[in-house]
């Protein structure tokens, strides 16, 4: 799978309630497969299942995967417990490994506004007359650019911030909206956005 995340337990100050729902669900401790009853505790790990290379033996798990996860999601409506059960059929089942050593794989909803406005500035009429030599040779140029210009670009460190100041990581949030301001300090929306949260701390303090 893409890369380990976390456990379970990694952060239950996360103001999510479907993950703390989630959280609670766990505790119940066993679950039913086609195999049985599984156990799961805030000990197991998600993996990010944006890219996942499969042998074919694991379209023999995937009823399980099914299982947990019908019985995963309605009882939380956390959009993440298909992952969750891909993450534990796949663990229990083999050996899981990362690939993010080969295969850059962005999900944020900021990297993802991002890329596509890379992506567009590339996608031109004029990248349409090119052979296809000559587009691949553009493409791969981007895409080996990608994960550097993803981490500075201004829309990336906004959203970054943004999300922070969401969780309540106000430390985090404040370094990233340094970054923002410094690359655009007139940006009167997101001074604003930064006040907002910035008086939302010191309530909280």
């Known amino acids: 799978m893409h890369l380990f ?13 479907t993950y703390t729902k989630f959280l609670s669900l766990i505790k119940q401790g066993k679950f039913t497969t086609s195999k049985g009853l599984i156990k799961v505790t805030s000990k197991d790990e ?16 995937l009823p399980d995967v099914y299982a947990l996860t019908e019985q995963f999601y309605p009882a939380t409506l956390h959009k ?22 080969y295969v850059y794989h962005y999900w944020e909803h900021g990297q993802k506004i991002t890329a596509d406005s890379l992506f567009n500035k590339l996608f031109t009429s004029s990248f349409k007359q090119l052979s296809l030599v ?22 990336l460190l906004r959203d970054r911030a943004l999300q922070a100041f969401s969780h309540d990581q106000f430390s ?6 340094w970054k923002v301001l410094k690359k655009e300090p007139f940006n009167v929306q997101f001074v604003r956005d930064l006040l907002y949260h910035a008086k939302r701390h010191l309530k909280i303090r």
């Open 5 to 17: 995340e976390y456990n379970f337990e990694h952060d239950t100050s996360i103001k999510m309630p």
């Open 46 to 61: 998600s993996w990010n299942a944006g890219v996942m290379a499969l042998p074919a033996y694991v379209v023999n798990l």
């Open 80 to 101: 993440t417990c298909e992952q969750y059960a891909f993450s534990l059929v796949l663990k229990n089942a083999s050996e899981l490994h990362p690939c993010d050593s």
């Open 134 to 155: 000559e587009k691949e040779a553009k493409v791969c140029v981007l895409a080996k650019q990608l994960p550097g210009l993803l981490e500075g670009h201004i829309l």
């Open 172 to 177: 985090e949030g404040y370094r990233y909206a």
